[in-house]
């Protein structure tokens, strides 16, 4: 039997499609150069602040709307609805999940969240009634990879960390995992991250088998 009893899984990215594609999407509609999101948001010191922020739940996805919009010199109305307007969910990943709770083992999932307002990244998935606990960053003054978070969830699934699996697309998220204990996946690409998680779990997780 596997010593795994848990699943621990980001969201969006791992049960959503890609996050940098929806980006992508985004910079073409708007007529922006292509890296624009990245050099102005994600790896510019102040924006990362921000969004750190916004992830911990001290500023509201408004107000981070507002500054991401005067930097990228954009309008800011419902800006991180805009962006990830092309994300939809990963089917396969879902059934995923769902197969291997089926199977007996716990599924949580740990997001750092970016406010639920005015765009709910998360509305549509119904996870308070497919997954066995939801820890969101913002909810909780605490994201990843702060260990604390990671403990929290563990709380709340009842399992240590050598009984979890943790999957996530940010690949800096891991290494406080593993450092915990988890066994952690790296999702690139659904059909590996799946086939991965069937090699840990020792249960068949695709589609049609």
């Not at 009893?5 to 007529?31: H, I, M, N, Y």
């Not at 109305?77 to 769902?98: C, K, Q, T, V, Y």
């Not at 970016?114 to 119904?126: A, F, M, R, S, T």
């Amino acid at each position: 039997m596997t010593q795994y009893q848990g699943l621990v899984l980001d969201f969006g990215g791992v049960l959503t499609t890609s996050l940098p594609a929806a980006a992508l999407a985004f910079e073409q509609r708007e007529g922006l150069p292509e890296g624009t999101l990245l050099t102005g948001l994600y790896l510019h010191p102040e924006a990362i602040r921000l969004t750190e922020e916004l992830e911990r739940g001290d500023i509201t996805q408004a107000e981070w709307n507002m500054a991401a919009g005067r930097r990228l010199g954009i309008p800011p109305g419902n800006l991180m609805g805009r962006i990830f307007a092309d994300l939809r969910p990963e089917a396969s990943m879902i059934a995923a999940a769902a197969a291997a709770r089926r199977a007996g083992v716990k599924v949580g999932i740990l997001s750092n969240s970016v406010g639920l307002h005015p765009w709910n990244l998360y509305d549509g998935y119904d996870v308070d009634r497919h997954y066995d606990t939801v820890v969101l960053s913002g909810e909780v003054g605490m994201r990843k990879p702060d260990p604390e978070i990671f403990r929290l969830v563990l709380g709340k699934l009842g399992l240590s960390a050598r009984e979890c699996v943790f999957v996530d697309d940010t690949a800096h998220h891991l290494p406080a995992a593993e450092e915990l204990g988890f066994a952690v996946i790296h999702a690139e690409e659904p059909t590996k991250t799946i086939a991965a998680l069937e090699a840990l779990l020792g249960l068949p997780l695709s589609v049609g088998r």
